[in-house]
């Protein structure tokens, strides 16, 4: 009945649908409670550990304690004491230091609160990235594999939604795909650019290590270099306030929120193609996409995708606004600010990414609707080589001209007044004035023939920037992914 309580309890509470709903695992974990304190004892045991290997005297017995108790966290005490102490982290040292009595007077030795809350950020961050890459590159790959695929098929391209020249579909596909090569690599430099914070005392000055080690500048200097590399980083900042500066968070939202606005504009071109019968995200065998209309398929992979990311997108004016008001060497204004924006950036950037694999992989392609519509529109678009035809054939410029702008305005009437298709190329079959070239329409109008160097291009770039970006997440492209609820 415990378990059914807890149950119910939770049910009378806001979850927040990121994590309930739509996040991996993965991603869901990295934000975790349990992922948060487990990572302060491991970095209270890098501080100890590197504190006794520079002469401090802290022994053996002490250190082997910390790490047999890492993950034996009691919640309940810690809530109870950040209760009492209206400290999270000192409520954690306390709670750290009642399982290991022996390493009670080491821990948090010299430390400043931002030693394990920034530093464990900073953690986090790094593995957020970790999780979002391979993500991306599966993306950019099946996205290549369909515009590899489709590579040659003409379609109508738009410019400003109004039909334009003709493209292909792999051509389309590798816009999208141009803008995520372009986040993959911000994502990784991102990533790369992050450093520890570090060693650094209560106003980054180290004041407090250098009196542990007695004015040896040169042990405090080892003491930051171990802890960073044991954490994981190469580098450390050189200098920080209490806190890392937080122009850092605005870099790494910052990239995430441009790898929303690619999203949403991928998902909005797909959303336009189910419009037109074109191109559709899948569609489950059972999935409803009305209530009250049951015919139809609406796009809501891709309206998912729209609406996260356009969070995602706004997420990043937080740590703008946190950055410009951190007076001197730290305020606390900045804490509850960033518990929400940091997690919910990771956790939605996931999310879309999930979600635009799932898409990636069952586009569906209707070659028929495509045709028809190039039919409707190439006719006019042909006109400029129906003219170069006839001046090849003897004709003059202007008549054959003048002859085409008659024609196609009564084209044009018949499309727009009478709801009828487009029969402009019926009419100068009609007129003996086009006979000369009567027998060269079929090829003048093949639509191969109006997408320039389309192929080509795809070929080209999936060869040379695309398939060399994803070398590094080879063996981790895994299979198809399933959509979340």
Known sequence: ???????????????????SRYASAEMGFNFSERKKFGTWRRLWLYLAQAEKSLGLP????????????????????????????????????????????????????????????????????????????PKLARVIHRLADFAEKYADMPTLGFTHYQPAQLTTVGKRCCLWIQ?????????????????????????????????????????????????????????AYMVTGQTYSRKVDIEVLSVLASLGASIHKICTDIRLLANLKEIEEPFEKEQIGSSAMPYKRNPMRSERCCSLARHLMTLVLDPLQTASVQWFERTLDDSANRRVCLAEAFLTADIILSTLQN???????????????????????????????????????QDCHEKIRVLSQQAAAVVKQEGGDNDFIARVRADSYFAPIHKQLESLLDPSSFTGRAPQQVAKFLKEEVRPALVPYQGKMGGKIELAL
């Open 58 to 133: 802290i022994t053996d017995e002490q250190i082997k304690e910390m790490e047999a108790n890492l993950d034996n966290i009691d919640f309940e005490m810690a809530a109870e004491e950040e209760k009492k102490l209206r400290h999270d982290v000192m409520a954690h040292v306390h709670t750290f230091a009642h399982c290991c009595p022996k390493a009670a007077a080491i821990i948090h030795l010299g430390a400043t609160s931002c030693y394990v809350g920034d530093n464990t950020d900073l953690i986090v961050l790094r593995d957020g990235f970790n999780l979002l890459l």
């Open 179 to 235: 803008d995520l090569c372009m986040d993959l690599h911000n994502l990784e430099r991102a990533r790369d650019d992050l450093r520890f914070r570090g060693v650094k005392g209560t106003t980054g000055t180290q004041a407090s290590f250098l009196q542990l080690f007695e004015g040896d500048h040169s042990k405090v200097e080892e003491l930051d270099r171990l802890v960073t590399a044991k954490a994981g980083f190469k580098r």
């Open 1 to 19: 009945m415990a378990n059914a309580g807890s149950e119910e309890d939770a049910l009378a509470r806001y979850r927040s649908p990121l994590v």
């Open 359 to 397: 898409i990636s992989e069952g586009l569906v392609v209707y070659p028929k609707v495509i045709e028809r519509r190039i039919r409707q529109e190439l006719p006019f678009m042909a006109t400029e080589n129906i003219i170069m035809a006839m001046v090849k054939a003897g004709g003059n410029r």
